[in-house]
């Protein structure tokens, strides 16, 4: 992770739990107050979670403690004198058995490399796509488009948190990536790809975020890498 060349404060947050099969980033919402406190009060939510749990317990664990955060923050934001919003998206890979189960909020991304191929498994909660949805835009056009920072979910951000949720199979050999939009907004899908395919864990986390700050890196950028045995 990475505060970037333009931003004072890394409002990103990760949380890294393999022996719990768990990895979480949430990207406090920029421009807004204390966008690192959300960010942060989600990840210690998840900390603690309880490994060897039933499967679907463990999806209603998670669940539970982000819609406890999305009321914490819901109240915090009132407290304030400008009653200005206090968010994050958030994206959290669970790896259960044979299963890749994620939950997500917002922009930030889960991407899978499987035999080479890039996919990306989440679909982002932004003004864009649901501009591309609709076929007002093409996809190249959202990557320019003025509105690209708008997101339509995030935690903290409304009454009702409305979080997708997904469910694959995990393959031998899958490289899983979750990051910010701090990542997406400087390279390309298929630069990611190339990068995942030809380093180490470690060396691809490095290639990622140096890339990012070379192309001027305007946002907080968070990237982990998960390979699959």
């Known amino acids: ?32 107050a204390a966008g690192d406190v959300a ?8 900390k603690d979670l309880q490994v060897g749990t039933r499967l679907n317990k463990y999806i209603n664990d998670i669940e539970d403690r982000l819609l406890a955060v999305n009321k914490r923050l819901l109240h ?10 206090i968010g994050s998206t958030v994206v ?9 189960v994620y939950i ?7 991407y899978r490399l499987r035999n080479s191929q890039i996919r990306q498994m989440s679909t982002d909660h932004s003004q ?3 501009y591309v949805e609709k076929g007002l835009i093409s996809r190249e056009e959202a990557l320019v488009h003025p509105h690209g920072n708008m997101i339509t979910r995030a935690v903290g951000a409304s009454d009702e948190l ?29 630069e ?29 950028v968070t990237v982990i890498l998960v390979d699959i045995n």
């Open 76 to 85: 915090k934001a009132q407290q304030t004198d400008h009653r200005t919003t």
């Open 128 to 130: 864009v796509e649901l």
């Open 92 to 100: 959290a890979m669970l790896a259960y058995d044979k299963y890749c």
């Open 1 to 32: 992770t990475d505060k970037g060349k333009v931003r004072k404060h890394n409002e990103d947050s990760m949380l890294v739990r393999p022996e719990a099969g768990l990895w979480v980033v949430a990207d406090g919402m920029g421009g807004h």
């Open 192 to 220: 990611i790809q190339d990068i995942l395919i030809d380093s180490t864990i470690q060396e691809a986390c490095k290639e990622l975020v140096n890339l990012t700050l070379e192309r001027g890196a305007v946002d907080n």
């Open 39 to 46: 960010s942060q009060m989600i990840v210690h939510s998840l």
């Open 104 to 110: 997500w909020a917002g922009d930030s991304r889960l």
């Open 162 to 190: 409305y979080l997708d949720m997904d469910i694959q199979e995990l393959a031998h050999k899958d490289r899983y990536l979750l990051c910010s939009d701090g990542l997406t907004k400087h390279l390309t899908d298929l």
